[in-house]
């Protein structure tokens, strides 16, 4: 199973961005649909037991929205500390992880924090 930082993150293309909240509690995942750099064919990117969303878009730009850079970060981050301390213990069992994705052609960043990831191909 590949690894978040072994996919060609840099010019793949974002096609949709789907936030899932139909069973909320239940069901909140965050779904990118991404053209991977140099391949023919669309992967979704799913965000399951999503725990934070931030996003940073700007729109009105006449070009594909391409992906500058994405990383997983360390448990380290300000936001995932905040995250857990806010919530007075209720998630400390939790493993989280905390994604960040830096849009190339307008400049926006999407943070999220959830508890897994996987691609599936399409």
Known sequence: MKKFEDYHWHDSIVHNIALDRSNPGYNDTLELEVEFYHEDKRSKLIFEDLRYLKMDLN?????????????????????????????????????????????NSTGGKIKIICESFKVICT
């Open 59 to 103: 729109f009105g730009i006449v070009a594909n929205e391409t992906i500058l850079d994405a990383m997983e970060l360390e448990n380290s981050d300000e936001d995932l500390k905040n995250f857990y301390s806010s919530w007075n213990g209720l998630f400390n069992d939790i493993k989280l992880r905390v994604f960040l994705i830096d849009l």
